[in-house]
């Protein structure tokens, strides 16, 4: 369903939110391990998150990435994937018809709409506290 690009940034900031939320920041060699991801790629991931204002880093000792925790609430899933899989997720046609449209739908289109709308509301809905929150009391599980 996502990019193999969106899952290491979803499963990255994650990691960060959690240790976050713990009061942590967490280096950039921390998360490529954990994410098993190699760092070069994960730079680029965790930088992309930054700019977005996804997560936030500081340099220096001591230095890491980390969301405060005001935003803890605020980050949303939907945001992620927006920011590494644009919108196409949610408009483009499950059959991969490129003229697939409410006026000229393709065999699938009416059975998949509503379940693609389900999705961006679920998405949209999924802050990173809600996330996390499973991890914590381990009634989700994220190799880490």
């Known amino acids: 369903m996502f990019s193999k690009t969106c899952e290491y ?5 994650i990691i960060i939110a959690l240790e976050s939320q ?8 921390e998360i490529a391990r954990k994410i098993d991801s190699p760092e070069s790629f994960t730079a680029k991931i965790l930088q992309k998150l930054a700019k977005n204002k996804l997560v936030e880093s500081s340099k220096g000792n ?8 005001e935003m803890l609430s605020k980050v949303k899933l939907g945001q992620i994937v927006l920011v590494f ?3 196409a997720l949610y408009n483009r046609c499950s059959l991969g018809l490129q003229d697939c449209s409410e006026i000229k739908p393709c065999p699938f289109h009416n059975q998949y709409k509503p379940i693609r709308e389900q999705l961006k509301k679920a998405l949209d809905s999924t802050d990173l506290t809600n996330l996390i929150s499973g ?10």
């Not at 940034?9 to 900031?13: E, F, P, Q, S, V």
């Not at 713990?22 to 060699?29: E, F, H, I, Q, T």
């Not at 001591?62 to 925790?69: N, R, Y």
């Not at 991890?135 to 880490?144: A, D, N, Q, R, V």
């Open 135 to 144: 991890l914590k009391i381990g009634e989700t599980y994220l190799k880490i």
């Open 22 to 29: 713990l009061g942590n920041k967490v280096s950039l060699r």
């Open 85 to 87: 899989d644009g919108d």
């Open 9 to 13: 940034a979803i499963r990255a900031t």
């Open 62 to 69: 001591g230095g890491g990435f980390f969301v405060s925790k």
